[in-house]
Every structure is written in structure tokens, then in C-alpha cells.
């Protein structure tokens, strides 16, 4: 009767286990979808420590264009040399004036480029002085692999110059 009974198990039993081959196979598509995982987490990284750069370099750009907003622009400091913090509104060479600011222990390339659009007509008092400037500031941080990475704020300015131009 024993007999009988573990015979009946062996050709009743429907249960199977995996093969190695299916383990091995499960296992590399578990490490194939982990590897796709894992280059996520380090593009996140990537773009998140990007945006943090863009972040401070708004934070620049927008302090260096207010600072740039408080000097009068009157006919003491349309022609006084551009310098940050003490100088003027004078225009700046096409390439602007380029400095090296650090802004939470990263290094950034500010530009600055102050230019003249208009000016007091010939004939009048002060002919030649400009009466409206466009004010340009760009913030770069170091590194930058792509032009997205920079920040650039414009403003225009006019002097109370009175007449038609």
C-alpha cells in the first residue's frame, strides 16, 4: 500500500520548478531594466545640479540688473565707465565687460553690455550724449556644456532729456 501511494504522487504531481536556463534568463532582463533605471537616477542628478546653476545664475543676473536700475541715468552717469559696484552707465565694447563672480561656492562668467541707441541731435545742447540705452546681462556658469545653460535679463534706459529724437 505504501508503494502504491508514492507512485500515485509521482504521476499526480503537475508541479515543476524553473530551469536554470529560465533564471538566468529572468535575470538578465531584471539587470537590463535596472541598468535603464539607474541611467535615469544619474540624468536626473545631471539636470537637477543644472537647474540649480540656472537658478543662482538668475539670482545674479537679476541683482547686477537692479543694482544697474538704481544709478540715474542723468548726464553725471551716462559717461561714467561701467565697473561693479561704483561705475556708470557708459557703453561698454561689443564684447561687454566680462567678470568672474562666485554665487553658493560655484563660479559664473558675468557679461555686461551697455549700449547706445539713441542720441541728442546735432544742433542741440549736449549733441552727440545718448538718451536711451539698452542694458544687456548675461550670467554663465562655469562648465556650461550648451547655451540653454546661460541666463540673459534686457532693459532699456532713457534719460529725461527733453525734445523730440
Known amino acids: 500500500m505504501m508503494n502504491r501511494q508514492c507512485v ?3 504521476t499526480d504531481s503537475t508541479q515543476r520548478g524553473f530551469t536554470l536556463l529560465e533564471a538566468a534568463i529572468a535575470l538578465v532582463v531584471l539587470m537590463i531594466i535596472g541598468l535603464g533605471i539607474a541611467s ?5 542628478i545631471q539636470a537637477n545640479s543644472r537647474a540649480d546653476d540656472r537658478e543662482l545664475a538668475m539670482a545674479i543676473a537679476q541683482k547686477r540688473m537692479e543694482w544697474l536700475r538704481t544709478i540715474p541715468f542723468t ?3 551716462r559717461t561714467v565707465a561701467y565697473s561693479y559696484p561704483n561705475g556708470g ?6 564684447s561687454g565687460v566680462i567678470e568672474n563672480v562666485t554665487n553658493a561656492g560655484r563660479p559664473y562668467s558675468v557679461t555686461t553690455i551697455i549700449t547706445d541707441l539713441s542720441t541728442v541731435p546735432a544742433g542741440n545742447p549736449d ?3 545718448p538718451t536711451l540705452k ?3 546681462v548675461s550670467v554663465t556658469p ?3 556644456a550648451t547655451a540653454f545653460e546661460s541666463v540673459t535679463i534686457t532693459t532699456q534706459r532713457s534719460t529725461q ?3 523730440i529724437y
Open 89 to 94: 552707465l557708459a557703453a561698454t565694447a561689443t
Open 127 to 129: 549733441a552727440g550724449s
Open 8 to 10: 500515485n504522487r509521482r
Open 161 to 163: 532729456v527733453t525734445g
Open 142 to 144: 562655469a562648465g556650461a
Open 40 to 44: 535615469l537616477f544619474t540624468y536626473a
Open 75 to 77: 548726464t553725471q552717469t
Open 134 to 136: 539698452r542694458i544687456q
